[in-house]
């Protein structure tokens, strides 16, 4: 008995661990996927509401263990300013200050993302300790999304909004400060090497795909804890 109760949940944990692990992998899939399309809509809309420079898919390092991956950052006459972007579906409670944000799909499936204001802004001050210049933050919703309460918090955007708010935060006044001409291009010049340097966009997808990884280490955590009391519970059933 004590060994069919051990196979049984051996089978069990085992199927279970395929499963969520092989989800996890396509869910992985599926999110860089919907970021590749995400971004390519933004920097078609940056492209088309035109007058600016920028650059894409920059992975920026200010010092040793401090990176970011920039999905764009565009230079205006008073700072630079990165452009974050979301391709999400569905409806978005949006948390304030550091709180979550809690998506839900029309399927029903419900997941909870750390704040793209935050993620935007320390973007930036990842930017502005490489480059020595002023750098201010903005998030752009490529998806269909629709916001719970009935409208974006300030500083989120839809792409039909860039050629309105983006000159704002690259030429007007803004609490990020602004810089010398000469300070934004000697900064732009450091970015356009990062850009051109070799194997840049290889390292950025990498980092992408860390970064994707780690959403699921609750999940494998969760197997983890579930394969111990699996042990256990075999254990327990031998010895009895």
């Given at each position: 008995?004590?060994?069919?109760?051990f196979?049984?949940?051996?089978?069990?944990?085992?199927?279970?661990?395929?499963?969520?692990?092989?989800?996890?992998a396509?869910?992985r899939t599926?999110?860089?996927v919907?970021?590749?399309?995400?971004?390519s809509?933004?920097?078609?809309?940056l492209?088309?509401?035109?007058?600016?420079?920028?650059?894409?898919?920059?992975?920026?390092?200010?010092?040793?263990?401090?990176?970011?991956?920039?999905?764009?950052?565009v230079?205006?006459?008073?700072?630079?300013?990165?452009?974050?972007?979301?391709n999400w579906?569905?409806?978005?409670?949006?948390?304030?200050?550091?709180?979550?944000?809690?998506?839900?799909r029309?399927?029903?499936?419900?997941?909870?993302?750390?704040?793209?204001i935050?993620?935007a802004?320390?973007?930036?001050?990842?930017?502005?300790?490489?480059?020595?210049?002023p750098?201010?933050?903005?998030?752009?919703m490529?998806?269909?999304?629709v916001?719970a309460?009935?409208?974006?918090?300030?500083g989120?955007?839809?792409?039909?909004?860039?050629?309105?708010?983006?000159?704002?935060?690259?030429?007007?006044?803004?609490?990020?400060?602004?810089?010398?001409?000469g300070?934004?291009?000697?900064?732009?010049e450091?970015?356009?090497?990062i850009?051109?340097?070799?194997?840049?966009?290889r390292?950025?997808?990498?980092?992408?795909?860390?970064t994707a990884a780690?959403?699921?280490?609750?999940?494998?955590?969760?197997?983890?804890?579930?394969?111990?009391?699996?042990?256990?519970v075999?254990t327990?059933?031998?010895?009895?």
């Amino acid at each position: 008995m004590s060994q069919l109760l051990f196979a049984l949940a051996s089978g069990l944990f085992l199927a279970g661990a395929c499963i969520s692990f092989s989800g996890l992998a396509r869910t992985r899939t599926r999110q860089l996927v919907a970021a590749a399309a995400g971004e390519s809509l933004v920097g078609q809309a940056l492209d088309e509401a035109g007058g600016m420079d920028r650059l894409g898919g920059l992975l920026v390092e200010s010092r040793p263990g401090r990176t970011a991956l920039i999905d764009h950052v565009v230079r205006g006459r008073a700072r630079l300013v990165v452009v974050e972007t979301k391709n999400w579906t569905g409806t978005l409670e949006c948390g304030r200050g550091d709180q979550p944000w809690r998506q839900t799909r029309r399927s029903g499936e419900v997941r909870v993302h750390r704040s793209p204001i935050l993620q935007a802004k320390r973007q930036a001050r990842v930017l502005s300790e490489f480059t020595g210049v002023p750098v201010a933050s903005l998030v752009v919703m490529a998806g269909r999304t629709v916001p719970a309460d009935g409208s974006y918090p300030k500083g989120v955007v839809i792409p039909s909004d860039l050629p309105h708010v983006l000159p704002v935060l690259m030429h007007g006044a803004h609490k990020s400060g602004s810089a010398e001409a000469g300070a934004l291009v000697s900064a732009w010049e450091k970015l356009v090497v990062i850009d051109s340097a070799p194997g840049a966009e290889r390292k950025a997808s990498r980092h992408a795909e860390r970064t994707a990884a780690r959403y699921g280490k609750r999940e494998w955590v969760g197997w983890t804890a579930m394969a111990i009391a699996t042990a256990a519970v075999a254990t327990l059933s031998v010895l009895r």
